[in-house]
């Protein structure tokens, strides 16, 4: 009888288990779906020869852009985010960094952000990028097209308890005017 109460009570424990994770990884994917799918297509002010012309930046295993702060989660209007692993006391972890946008023309300093933990005991991240001339199945793991946004972005997180789902983030480009519209490099931009 107490064999079948411990089996009991540790099945319980793992059921408790896979439900947070589960919450954990509905709650993480819709905040980062919400702030990732509407990219600004503010220009830098500074053009690097090579860089990018719009205030994004897609590396294999960070992502940086500029983009709307939904109102339920803080104040709403343009942010500066940043979604990369980095080193915490426990080991790693998905952080988003965070900053109003006050008019910079370029991606700002990080070590000042505001962040938060997202995934406490992430193992790695690895992001892809595909844009409108691409097929759905390729991707890009660093964006180096200057002078368009990526239309989707492609998430992938590995966790100490084992790989998330892989997780697509189908972009838009917000226009200076605050509309969304596809992205296009013609005047005024």
Known sequence: MVSAMFTMGQTQDRIDGQMA???????????????????SDRRAAVQERGSSLAMFNGGPATVEWLGVMPVRH????????????EPEAAGQALVLRYQPWGG???LPDWSSAHSRVLIPDAVSFDV??????????????VWTQAEALPVRVRLNVATRHGQWPLWIVATRAMSQGGGREAYSSGPGR
């Open 21 to 39: 994770r589960a919450d954990e990884f509905q709650s993480v994917t819709a905040f980062v779906q919400a702030t990732l799918e509407n990219l």
């Open 104 to 106: 910079e023309g370029s």
């Open 128 to 141: 892809g990028y595909g844009g409108k001339e691409m097929g759905p199945q390729q991707w890009e793991s």
């Open 74 to 85: 803080g104040m709403g209007g343009l942010y500066f985010f940043r979604l990369a692993v």
